[in-house]
């Protein structure tokens, strides 16, 4: 089973801190991703990661950047946390060849900024 | 650019009633189509995809997609649905333009309100 964790299942922030959510995976997949959920919105995607140290911006890259150091881990980070960014963020990953396009998803994180 | 739409936001129905949930897609090449479950306080989990030949695909719980080319649809049906289907439902689809990265392109949700 594919399993996609996630550092917290709530955070509440302050404006202005600088915020880090941790997504580890566990079946040694090319590809991570973060989307940020909203009502109506559905799943926008932050940024991506096809490799280690590779990353490419998604759709809403401003206000966020990413890490992958190692395969497993992919880290997003809030430089500067503003109220607008509270939502819900989720990280997703899929493996290559005829599984690219099959992501799976963590549990996800409910970031407030106050 | 590709785009999905669900064209309901929300969905209520009866339990043991038939549902069908809509989706449409804009692509001009060949896509792979997806749709996910999103229950309560929960990530999302694949409910179903479509890659290649039957265009009718199932999921281990009684739903079932079609894979409408011609109508650039991938609407989702089920039966008859239980008051454990009360969920969101997303339909993705796969973003062939931006090179093999498995990019996907995720519609707006649909809540399915299942009221006993």
């Known amino acids: 089973d594919v399993k996609v964790t996630q550092s917290s299942r709530y955070l509440v922030k302050r404006t202005g801190e600088k915020v880090f959510l941790e997504c580890v995976q566990d079946m040694d997949h090319e590809n991570m991703f973060w989307y940020r959920q909203d009502p109506g919105l559905g799943l926008r995607l932050i940024y991506f990661?096809?490799?280690?140290?590779?990353?490419e911006k998604g759709d809403i890259p401003e206000g966020y950047s990413v890490s992958r150091e190692k395969k497993e881990r992919f880290s997003l980070i809030l430089e500067s946390a503003s109220t607008n960014q509270t939502s819900m963020y989720l990280c997703a990953s899929s493996g290559g060849g005829a599984l690219t396009y099959e992501q799976y998803f963590g549990p996800g994180t409910r970031l407030t900024v106050t | 650019a590709q785009s999905v739409t669900q064209l309901d936001s929300q969905v209520p129905v009866f339990e043991e009633a038939p549902v069908e949930l809509r989706c449409n897609y804009s692509?001009?090449?060949?896509?792979?189509l997806f749709w996910y479950v999103q229950y309560p306080n929960q990530g999302l989990q694949l409910l179903l995809k479509y890659l290649s030949g039957s265009t009718l695909v199932e999921s281990i719980n009684g739903f079932e997609a079609e894979f409408n080319k011609s109508q650039t649809s991938f609407h989702l049906r089920k039966p008859s649905v239980h008051i454990s289907d009360t969920a969101e439902y997303f339909c993705?689809?796969?973003?062939?333009?931006?090179?093999?990265?498995?990019?996907?392109?995720f519609g707006q949700g649909t809540t399915l309100q299942v009221k006993p």
């Open positions: 993705a689809v796969s973003d062939r333009g931006s090179g093999n990265t498995g990019k996907l392109i």
């Open positions: 692509s001009s090449v060949s896509v792979y």
């Open positions: 990661s096809y490799d280690v140290k590779m990353k």
